[in-house]
């Protein structure tokens, strides 16, 4: 069974730019969600899918981040315009129904310059 | 707000040393508790859980946990550290109705020849 993936591994942009970061869920997690740490920081939640829904975005720190699940499988994570602070590591993990045991994926480190 | 203290930012331990990290969590009732380890260039990978029953949990690569609800702490042990242990290690804490985790900052260990 395949992991968690996401895409890419790494991006470097500039301020003001726009980038989209993809997540492909374990096939069959209905549940899927995006983290991100900032260096030196913990790993905090953005959002939480449910399906195609989103069930909890209160994590997403403003109207620059846009996350998208068309169809309930993969997500989109797009950052419009980026700006230096959104730089870091963002994970995508995800989990069946009726389980607390999420499956992470490797990250998208995304640097901003 | 729920929130989850890894006191020790670093760790070096000798290889065959005895480890032990420290996690505690900030809330009332009992959480789900995790440890996640992430190795360089690799995704977070899940150590080990706690949902319920026997306080004493084993996860995957020699490594325990014990909860104590009086300490409010989940603190994470191997009693013989090997090279390859070297990583970042995440305690994690999620809660009934609450599906996302709560990360601390994480504790990155290094082993010493």
């Known amino acids: 069974e395949a992991g968690v993936t996401q895409f890419p591994s790494h991006s470097v942009i500039e301020k003001g730019q726009t980038v989209t970061l993809r997540c492909d869920p374990i096939?069959?997690?209905?549940?899927l969600y995006w983290y991100r740490r900032v260096m030196g920081k913990e790993i905090k939640f953005l959002l939480h899918?449910?399906?195609?829904?989103?069930?909890?975005e209160s994590g997403m720190p403003n109207n620059r981040f846009l996350a998208e699940r068309t169809g309930g499988t993969y997500s989109t994570l797009k950052v419009q315009p980026a700006e230096l602070e959104d730089s870091g590591v963002y994970f995508c993990?995800?989990?069946?129904?009726?389980?607390?045991?999420?499956?992470f994926g490797p990250g998208t480190r995304l640097t901003v310059t | 707000a729920q929130s989850v203290t890894q006191p020790d930012i670093h760790i070096t331990v000798s290889e065959g040393a005895s480890l032990e990290l420290r996690c505690n969590y900030s809330?009332?009732?009992?959480?789900?508790l995790f440890w996640y380890v992430q190795s360089p260039g690799q995704g977070l990978q899940l150590l080990l859980k706690?949902?319920?029953?026997?306080?004493l949990v084993q996860g995957i690569k020699g490594f325990e946990a014990e909860f104590k609800r009086s300490q409010s702490s989940f603190n994470l042990r191997k009693p013989s550290v090997h090279w390859s242990d070297a990583a970042e290690y995440f305690c994690?804490?999620?809660?009934?109705?609450?599906?996302?985790?709560?990360f601390g900052t994480g504790t990155r260990l290094l082993v010493s020849p």
């Open positions: 993990a995800s989990h069946n129904d009726g389980s607390y045991e999420q499956y």
């Open positions: 096939s069959g997690h209905d549940n």
């Open positions: 899918f449910v399906k195609e829904s989103k069930q909890d």
């Open positions: 809330y009332g009732a009992t959480p789900y």
């Open positions: 706690y949902f319920s029953g026997d306080t």
């Open positions: 994690a804490v999620g809660y009934t109705g609450f599906q996302k985790l709560v």
